[in-house]
């Protein structure tokens, strides 16, 4: 059990180390955020004046949003890493030493999750910047960034399923670009949930990115149902459990076709 | 113990009914270099992967340093080391990133880990690339960092899956030297696969012929060369020539043999090389055949091949490629 521990975190020092030294994804995922953040905001800052929006400013209703966005759209691509080190051999070297097979995996989610806490508190202070303001404090930022880390995570290891029994950039990169945004939408990122269509309502009651966003906006309000905010914290933890149970199935699948 | 690999009836069949391996044994001495040798899609990457536990064969058995890969595959893996076909390193890390962390996966820390990384970099002449990341290594120089990292935790057993491929003639002499030294002073128990048949006849002690998955011939170098009697005679004709023709202009010759003819290239084999030439060159005269060159050579690892796979090497990769 140590054993999966420590290679886990040689792992995940391994991915750490790679990302920082790519330049231009560091600079992307720091310049994507507040783009979306001003572009955004500026956009739709006349949406709040709807009625029955139900929030005052519109930089304090979308900063939670592109938190989560955020999050989503990282771990949706990471299953490319993946697919590199696989082509590369990588993999299978360690698969022939003792390195344990979970590691494999469980380095990439745990590289993911602090890359997204970091990513959050960042979206945080810019929101702050740009004036947004967050009465649930510290608390509901805590919230806020755990369930998008939670929401990652699961995506996470979906993407490197999705990488691992595909085996192909091209797919990821079609796969990625037809789920992540239409499930963006189909969530309250942008617009309140009370406003879309009822079908979509519907929809994004099965969301995992509604759950995220809806219990990231709660933990922030002035007075928090902190029953609403567990809740989608527990579907959230579900849903990446199950995400990951499915990551280490396809991998077998891999070890099989070797 | 007496042989460091062993494997009995290896049976592996990928889907599409692609037949990798049917039936391969094959024993290594402890101590000694195997060499593995056949053309492209033979099986000798399969047989490296279920010999390292990274794949379960259909059927048959293997045992390495003693230990059965099917039942107890955590402990074949401490105790070898593998150079697969794809290189396998870390290109964002630098070399000795790639070499510590092999090491930590095994086990190795602090002190002990650092030091025997530094002295694999010196050892393999890496040491001014060593904190370089390795994306920017030539390809020589990656396949030294992959057998450096293979021998990072000190292996009983070595599998290397075409080290020497793609290395310019100089880094492939460092190679053998290496894999000798290896096998010699170490005492480690080397499995190589190559595609090239000197290497093989000058560092392994025993080798083994695959062709479509099976074990076409084995024993030591001079074992297999020795089956076939006589000198190969290999004439370069200026034009291409009906094969019958030359074959019915080359059946007076005396003491000459197993003459084929592909494309400009006519080969046979003679008791003696120097007594047939002659007669030959008369003979392909007389029926108007001119000749660019002969060249006679004392058996080689090719002609064995040609032997028992009853094709050259070139031209089993030709068919390989082919899809
Ligand atoms: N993972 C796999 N899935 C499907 N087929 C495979 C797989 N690995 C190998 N094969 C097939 O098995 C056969 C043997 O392949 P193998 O890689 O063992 O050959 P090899 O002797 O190593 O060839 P080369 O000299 O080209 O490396 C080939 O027909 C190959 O296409
Ligand atoms: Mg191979």
């Known amino acids: 059990m140590t054993h999966v521990l420590t290679d886990t975190l040689f792992m995940t020092q391994r991915h750490f180390r790679n990302l920082l030294r790519q330049p231009a994804w560091i600079l992307i995922s720091l310049v994507q955020p507040v783009v979306w953040l001003l572009l955004y905001g500026a956009l739709f800052r006349k949406i709040v004046e709807i009625p029955g929006f139900g929030a005052g400013s519109y930089i304090d209703f979308l900063t939670p949003g592109i938190v989560v966005m955020t999050c989503l759209f990282s771990a949706g691509w990471s299953g490319m890493d993946l697919i590199e080190d696989i082509d590369r051999g990588v993999i299978d070297r360690f698969l022939v030493s003792p390195a344990s097979r979970s590691s494999l995996i469980a380095g990439r989610l745990v590289q993911g999750a602090i890359v997204g806490i970091i990513q959050s508190v960042i979206i945080v202070v810019l929101g702050l910047i740009v004036g947004a303001e967050y009465p649930g404090g510290v608390a509901g930022i805590a919230a806020l960034t755990i369930c998008a880390v939670l929401l990652g995570t699961g995506v996470g290891a979906l993407s490197n399923a999705i990488g691992v029994l595909s085996r192909r950039v091209e797919t990821m990169v079609a796969v990625s670009n037809f789920v992540l945004l239409p499930l963006t939408f189909l969530s309250s990122v942008f617009m309140a949930r009370a406003l879309m269509p009822g079908w979509m309502q519907s929809v994004a009651t099965y969301n995992p990115v509604e759950w995220a966003v809806n219990a990231g906006r709660e933990g922030l309000a002035s007075s928090p149902d902190w029953g609403v905010v567990l809740s989608r914290m527990g579907w959230l933890a579900l849903f990446t459990l199950v995400c990951t149970w499915l990551a280490t199935r396809a991998f077998r699948v891999y070890q099989k076709s070797i | 113990m007496d042989n460091a690999i062993e494997a009995r009836g290896l049976v592996k069949t990928y889907r599409g009914d692609v037949r990798a391996l049917d039936g391969v044994s094959l024993a290594a001495e402890t101590g000694s270099v195997f060499g593995l040798l056949g053309p492209n899609g033979a099986g000798k990457s399969t047989a490296v992967k279920i010999l390292t536990t990274l794949s379960r064969p259909d059927a048959g058995e293997a045992f390495v340093a003693g230990h059965d890969v099917l039942r107890h595959p955590a402990r074949v893996r401490l105790a070898i080391g593998c150079v697969a076909q794809k290189s396998g390193l870390d290109l964002q890390a630098t070399g000795r990133e790639n070499l510590l962390l ?138 291409q020539v009906l094969d019958g023709e030359v074959r019915r202009a080359l059946d ?72």
């Open chain 2, 102 to 239: 092999q090491g930590r996966v095994y086990g190795m820390r602090g002190g002990v880990l650092r030091s025997r990384a530094q002295e694999l970099i010196e050892r393999f002449g890496l040491s001014d690339a060593a904190d370089r990341v390795v994306k920017g290594y030539s390809g020589g120089m990656q396949r030294k960092l992959d057998v450096a990292v293979g021998l990072m935790h000190r292996p009983q057993v070595l599998f290397l899956d075409e080290p020497t491929t793609g290395l310019d003639p100089e880094a492939r002499v460092d190679m053998w030297s290496e894999i000798a030294r290896l096998a010699g002073d170490e005492g480690l128990t080397i499995l190589m696969t190559t595609h090239y048949l000197e290497e093989a006849d000058s560092l392994a002690r025993r080798l083994a012929i695959v062709d479509r998955g099976k074990v076409v011939a084995e024993g030591t170098p001079d074992e297999l060369k020795g089956e076939l009697r006589g000198d190969a005679i290999v004439v370069e004709l200026e034009e």
């Open chain 2, 252 to 323: 007076t010759v005396p003491e000459l043999y197993d003459v084929a003819v592909e494309a400009r290239t006519l080969r046979a084999r003679a008791d003696s090389g120097a007594r047939s030439v002659p007669a030959v060159l008369a003979a392909l005269e007389a029926e108007g055949v001119r000749v660019a060159s002969v060249t006679v050579s004392r058996p080689s690892l090719d002609d064995v091949y040609l032997q028992y796979a009853g094709r050259a090497f070139s031209e089993a990769d030709q068919e390989a490629k082919r899809p």
